[in-house]
Protein backbone atom coordinates (compact mmCIF):
# COMPACT_ATOMS: atom_id res chain seq x y z
CA UNK A 1 0.00 0.00 0.00
CA UNK A 2 2.98 2.18 1.02
CA UNK A 3 4.37 1.48 -2.75
CA UNK A 4 1.27 2.13 -4.15
CA UNK A 5 0.85 5.08 -2.65
CA UNK A 6 4.22 6.39 -3.49
CA UNK A 7 3.56 5.46 -7.03
CA UNK A 8 -0.14 7.04 -7.49
CA UNK A 9 1.51 10.47 -6.42
CA UNK A 10 4.65 9.91 -9.11
CA UNK A 11 1.52 9.43 -11.77
CA UNK A 12 -0.27 12.56 -10.44
CA UNK A 13 3.27 14.51 -10.80
CA UNK A 14 3.94 13.30 -14.39
CA UNK A 15 0.31 14.28 -15.06
CA UNK A 16 1.31 18.13 -14.05
CA UNK A 17 3.97 18.49 -16.52
CA UNK A 18 1.44 17.45 -19.39
CA UNK A 19 3.68 19.49 -21.71
CA UNK A 20 6.58 17.24 -21.59
CA UNK A 21 4.08 13.92 -21.41
CA UNK A 22 2.52 15.14 -24.67
CA UNK A 23 6.05 16.06 -26.45
CA UNK A 24 7.07 12.59 -25.86
CA UNK A 25 4.14 11.07 -27.41
CA UNK A 26 3.07 13.69 -30.04
CA UNK A 27 6.75 13.73 -31.28
CA UNK A 28 7.40 9.86 -32.43
CA UNK A 29 3.93 9.76 -34.07
CA UNK A 30 4.57 12.52 -35.80
CA UNK A 31 8.10 10.96 -37.26
CA UNK A 32 5.84 8.06 -37.70
CA UNK A 33 3.56 10.11 -40.03
CA UNK A 34 6.31 12.01 -41.89
CA UNK A 35 8.43 8.85 -42.74
CA UNK A 36 5.43 7.34 -43.72
CA UNK A 37 4.37 10.33 -46.19
CA UNK A 38 7.97 10.17 -47.76
CA UNK A 39 7.47 6.34 -47.65
CA UNK A 40 4.33 6.93 -50.24
CA UNK A 41 5.39 9.59 -52.47
CA UNK A 42 9.42 8.03 -52.47
CA UNK A 43 9.23 4.71 -52.40
CA UNK A 44 12.22 3.29 -49.92
CA UNK A 45 12.60 0.09 -48.15
CA UNK A 46 13.88 1.17 -44.82
CA UNK A 47 10.28 3.25 -44.32
CA UNK A 48 8.21 0.49 -44.96
CA UNK A 49 5.74 0.57 -42.11
CA UNK A 50 6.58 -3.15 -40.79
CA UNK A 51 10.35 -1.93 -40.25
CA UNK A 52 9.68 1.78 -39.28
CA UNK A 53 6.98 0.72 -36.47
CA UNK A 54 9.36 -0.68 -34.38
CA UNK A 55 11.90 1.87 -34.86
CA UNK A 56 9.93 4.87 -33.76
CA UNK A 57 8.22 3.34 -31.03
CA UNK A 58 11.58 1.91 -29.25
CA UNK A 59 12.85 5.95 -30.34
CA UNK A 60 9.49 7.13 -28.38
CA UNK A 61 10.91 5.19 -25.38
CA UNK A 62 14.29 6.90 -24.98
CA UNK A 63 11.71 10.17 -23.44
CA UNK A 64 11.11 7.95 -20.43
CA UNK A 65 14.24 8.21 -19.53
CA UNK A 66 14.07 12.01 -19.31
CA UNK A 67 10.64 12.43 -17.49
CA UNK A 68 12.07 9.55 -14.49
CA UNK A 69 15.61 11.28 -14.53
CA UNK A 70 13.95 15.12 -14.15
CA UNK A 71 11.30 13.25 -11.34
CA UNK A 72 13.77 12.28 -9.13
CA UNK A 73 16.14 15.06 -9.63
CA UNK A 74 13.33 17.51 -9.14
CA UNK A 75 12.44 15.51 -6.02
CA UNK A 76 16.36 15.96 -4.28
CA UNK A 77 16.54 19.45 -5.08
CA UNK A 78 13.30 20.42 -3.71
CA UNK A 79 14.02 18.18 -0.62
CA UNK A 80 10.78 16.12 -0.92
CA UNK A 81 13.12 12.97 -1.59
CA UNK A 82 14.88 13.65 1.50
CA UNK A 83 12.21 14.13 3.62
CA UNK A 84 10.52 10.41 2.38
CA UNK A 85 13.92 9.09 3.19
CA UNK A 86 12.80 9.57 7.08
CA UNK A 87 9.47 7.46 6.49
CA UNK A 88 9.00 3.57 6.60
CA UNK A 89 9.08 3.44 3.11
CA UNK A 90 11.90 1.46 2.29
CA UNK A 91 14.38 1.33 -1.13
CA UNK A 92 12.05 -1.02 -3.20
CA UNK A 93 8.73 1.26 -1.97
CA UNK A 94 10.58 4.08 -4.08
CA UNK A 95 11.80 2.00 -7.12
CA UNK A 96 9.08 0.46 -8.06
CA UNK A 97 6.87 3.66 -6.91
CA UNK A 98 8.93 5.27 -9.64
CA UNK A 99 9.02 2.39 -12.27
CA UNK A 100 5.40 1.57 -11.86
CA UNK A 101 3.62 4.38 -13.77
CA UNK A 102 6.72 4.89 -15.87
CA UNK A 103 5.95 1.66 -17.18
CA UNK A 104 2.56 2.30 -17.84
CA UNK A 105 3.44 5.57 -19.93
CA UNK A 106 5.98 3.25 -21.88
CA UNK A 107 3.13 0.92 -22.85
CA UNK A 108 0.50 3.39 -23.55
CA UNK A 109 3.11 5.42 -25.84
CA UNK A 110 3.93 2.32 -27.52
CA UNK A 111 0.62 1.47 -28.00
CA UNK A 112 -0.88 4.85 -29.31
CA UNK A 113 2.35 4.18 -32.19
CA UNK A 114 1.20 0.76 -33.06
CA UNK A 115 -2.68 2.00 -33.36
CA UNK A 116 -1.09 4.95 -35.34
CA UNK A 117 0.52 2.84 -37.41
CA UNK A 118 -2.36 0.53 -37.85
CA UNK A 119 -4.07 3.79 -39.64
CA UNK A 120 -1.39 4.44 -41.44
CA UNK A 121 -1.47 0.47 -43.15
CA UNK A 122 0.51 -1.90 -40.63
CA UNK A 123 -1.85 -5.25 -40.51
CA UNK A 124 -2.85 -5.96 -36.95
CA UNK A 125 -2.32 -9.07 -35.70
CA UNK A 126 -0.87 -11.35 -32.97
CA UNK A 127 2.89 -10.82 -34.07
CA UNK A 128 1.66 -6.72 -33.08
CA UNK A 129 1.45 -8.09 -28.94
CA UNK A 130 4.79 -9.26 -29.16
CA UNK A 131 6.81 -6.56 -31.02
CA UNK A 132 5.33 -4.47 -28.44
CA UNK A 133 6.15 -6.78 -25.56
CA UNK A 134 9.77 -7.08 -26.73
CA UNK A 135 10.32 -4.08 -26.31
CA UNK A 136 9.47 -4.14 -22.91
CA UNK A 137 13.47 -4.56 -21.82
CA UNK A 138 14.06 -1.28 -23.65
CA UNK A 139 11.62 0.41 -21.79
CA UNK A 140 12.49 -0.70 -18.41
CA UNK A 141 16.50 -0.03 -19.73
CA UNK A 142 15.27 3.22 -20.47
CA UNK A 143 13.43 3.91 -16.82
CA UNK A 144 16.63 2.83 -15.12
CA UNK A 145 18.88 4.65 -17.33
CA UNK A 146 16.24 8.10 -15.78
CA UNK A 147 16.83 6.77 -12.68
CA UNK A 148 20.87 6.70 -12.38
CA UNK A 149 20.90 9.85 -13.87
CA UNK A 150 18.06 11.32 -11.28
CA UNK A 151 20.03 10.00 -8.10
CA UNK A 152 22.88 11.86 -9.37
CA UNK A 153 22.55 14.89 -11.32
CA UNK A 154 20.45 18.19 -11.61
CA UNK A 155 17.62 18.92 -12.79
CA UNK A 156 19.87 20.53 -15.80
CA UNK A 157 21.98 18.40 -16.19
CA UNK A 158 19.64 15.52 -17.05
CA UNK A 159 17.44 17.53 -19.39
CA UNK A 160 21.06 17.46 -21.13
CA UNK A 161 22.44 13.90 -20.49
CA UNK A 162 18.90 11.93 -21.31
CA UNK A 163 17.13 15.37 -23.44
CA UNK A 164 19.96 15.14 -25.74
CA UNK A 165 22.73 13.19 -25.57
CA UNK A 166 20.37 9.66 -25.12
CA UNK A 167 17.62 10.57 -27.41
CA UNK A 168 20.56 11.49 -30.49
CA UNK A 169 21.95 8.31 -29.40
CA UNK A 170 18.95 6.52 -30.20
CA UNK A 171 17.93 8.41 -33.18
CA UNK A 172 21.18 7.89 -34.79
CA UNK A 173 22.56 4.19 -33.17
CA UNK A 174 18.91 2.46 -32.96
CA UNK A 175 18.34 1.64 -37.12
CA UNK A 176 15.69 3.31 -36.87
CA UNK A 177 14.91 5.22 -40.52
CA UNK A 178 18.23 4.15 -41.80
CA UNK A 179 20.53 0.73 -42.14
CA UNK A 180 23.82 1.43 -40.17
CA UNK A 181 25.36 -0.99 -42.03
CA UNK A 182 24.88 1.54 -44.80
CA UNK A 183 27.43 3.19 -43.22
CA UNK A 184 29.38 0.13 -41.99
CA UNK A 185 32.69 0.13 -40.12
CA UNK A 186 33.57 1.41 -36.71
CA UNK A 187 29.67 3.14 -36.57
CA UNK A 188 28.02 -0.21 -37.13
CA UNK A 189 30.30 -1.87 -34.58
CA UNK A 190 29.54 0.70 -31.99
CA UNK A 191 25.55 0.30 -32.86
CA UNK A 192 25.42 -3.42 -32.46
CA UNK A 193 27.84 -2.82 -29.26
CA UNK A 194 25.00 -0.86 -27.70
CA UNK A 195 21.36 -1.60 -26.86
CA UNK A 196 19.11 0.29 -28.99
CA UNK A 197 19.56 -1.21 -32.45
CA UNK A 198 19.20 -5.06 -30.14
CA UNK A 199 15.88 -3.46 -29.29
CA UNK A 200 14.54 -2.37 -32.82
CA UNK A 201 15.76 -5.99 -34.73
CA UNK A 202 13.99 -7.69 -31.96
CA UNK A 203 11.00 -5.93 -32.60
CA UNK A 204 10.97 -5.81 -36.09
CA UNK A 205 11.88 -9.81 -36.01
CA UNK A 206 8.90 -10.33 -33.97
CA UNK A 207 6.62 -8.15 -35.90
CA UNK A 208 7.62 -10.22 -38.62
CA UNK A 209 6.79 -13.93 -37.04
CA UNK A 210 10.31 -14.48 -36.78
CA UNK A 211 10.24 -14.98 -32.37
CA UNK A 212 13.19 -17.01 -32.53
CA UNK A 213 15.06 -14.75 -34.06
CA UNK A 214 14.37 -12.32 -31.44
CA UNK A 215 16.49 -13.96 -28.64
CA UNK A 216 19.86 -13.03 -29.43
CA UNK A 217 18.74 -9.82 -29.20
CA UNK A 218 16.34 -9.95 -26.07
CA UNK A 219 19.54 -11.20 -24.49
CA UNK A 220 21.88 -8.08 -25.23
CA UNK A 221 18.74 -5.89 -24.26
CA UNK A 222 18.19 -8.21 -20.94
CA UNK A 223 22.23 -7.28 -20.44
CA UNK A 224 21.83 -3.63 -20.03
CA UNK A 225 18.86 -3.79 -18.51
CA UNK A 226 20.07 -5.63 -15.85
CA UNK A 227 23.18 -4.32 -15.16
CA UNK A 228 21.83 -0.78 -15.44
CA UNK A 229 19.38 -1.89 -12.88
CA UNK A 230 21.73 -2.81 -10.34
CA UNK A 231 23.68 0.20 -11.10
CA UNK A 232 20.88 2.73 -10.55
CA UNK A 233 19.36 0.41 -7.62
CA UNK A 234 23.22 0.58 -5.85
CA UNK A 235 23.40 4.42 -6.33
CA UNK A 236 19.56 5.15 -4.90
CA UNK A 237 20.61 3.00 -2.43
CA UNK A 238 23.61 4.47 -1.25
CA UNK A 239 21.95 7.71 -1.27
CA UNK A 240 19.46 6.68 1.27
CA UNK A 241 21.85 5.26 3.78
CA UNK A 242 23.72 8.67 3.18
CA UNK A 243 20.62 10.48 4.38
CA UNK A 244 19.73 8.50 7.38
Not at 57 to 74: P, V
Not at 89 to 112: C, E
Not at 154 to 176: E, F, H, M, Y
Not at 212 to 218: C, V, Y
Amino acid sequence: MKMMAFASRNYKEMRRDWLTLLFGLAFPLLLLFLLSLIQSNIPNEQFHIERLTPGIAMFGLSFISLFSGMLIASDRESSFLLRLFTTPLRSQHFILGYALPLLLFAIVQMTFCYLVAFFLGLPLSSNTFWSILTLLPAALLFIAIGLLTGSVFTNKQVGGICGALLTNLCAWLSGAWFDVSLIGGWFEAVAYSLPFLHAVEASREALSGHLTSTFPHLGWMFLYAIGTSIMAIFVFKRNMRYVQ
